[in-house]
């Protein structure tokens, strides 16, 4: 777990360095969430069950096994990108091997899709378990409740996990969210609980047996309270709507130190481990991103294929 959320932050903050340089068009970024994707993700079998991740899912796909360079090409939109082949914008994650579904640019959409596809599992009596991510603002789409709604009625076997990172851009989440989004979950006859984003095993513990599928049951909603970091995106300046003060009070939380100082309270790790995993984990990025950025750049005929089946 520890390893996970801190190979993400890197090839995170790695991506803002390539953007600064020039070479990354577009960032959007993961940081401060990692406890929550990791947690979520960690009890998934890769390959087997499915993740409908949304655009910060970088500790999640990592995790399932795409590498910090196929990130990083992905980043830099080049040829070899697994994701689009560089078509896509960074953050439309996508492995058939690894069942990861690209999600579409419209927020919200990939919940109605992993219903379906939990649906496909449940009528082919097979124990496949579904994860499904967004924001909190994703939840005032209509596509989401139809997905709650759906995965009701027909006791579904989906984690729908919001990460409720206290903005959707430079809206508050007071300006965005009615009550609880956790208690929402009642009302289409399941289970929703909010958890601690914050805390890798707190989001572990509630998606245990869920998305491990080894559960069985039906759908679960999870809200890990939790906070983004970084501006929205590489595009957006968040001066203009949230204070610094607020930013550093939600840095003394920050997963990754926390769980390091509870892996050093119970003896698992000392500082001299935690600086060899990190030196390791740095020499890893820094030689994805080396050969990511050697990598060729689409060629101009690529956009026209494979846009229609035949081409
Ligand atoms: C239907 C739709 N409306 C607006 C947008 C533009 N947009 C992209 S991300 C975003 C914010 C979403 O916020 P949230 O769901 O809380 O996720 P976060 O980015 O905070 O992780 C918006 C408004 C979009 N992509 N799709
Ligand atoms: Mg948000």
Sequence with gaps: MHYSMLLARRVDERSWILNRQGKAPFVISCQGQEAAQVGAVYGMRPGYDYLYPYYRDLA??????????????????????????????????????????????????????????????????????????????????????????????????????VQNNAYAISVPEKAQVAGSIAGRAQGYGFPGVEVDGMDVLAVYEAARGRSSGRGGGGPTLIEAKTYRITAHSSDDDDRRYREREEIEAWRLKDPIPRFERYLEEIGVLDAEAREEVDARIRAEVAEASRSAEEAPPPEPEDALGPVYAGR
């Design 60 to 161: 999640m796909t990592l995790f399932l096994g795409q590498s910090p360079r196929e990130q990083l090409l992905s980043v830099m939109g080049k040829r070899e990108d697994p994701n689009s082949g560089g078509r896509q914008m960074p953050g439309h994650f996508s492995a058939r091997e690894l069942n990861i579904v690209t999600a579409s640019a419209p927020v919200g959409v990939q919940y109605p899709q992993a219903t379906g596809t939990a649906l496909a599992f449940k009528v082919r009596g097979e124990d496949g378990v579904v994860l499904v991510c967004g924001g909190e603002a994703s939840t005032s789409g209509g596509d989401w409740h139809e997905a709650m709604n759906f995965a009701g009625i027909h006791d579904l076997p989906v984690v729908f996990l």
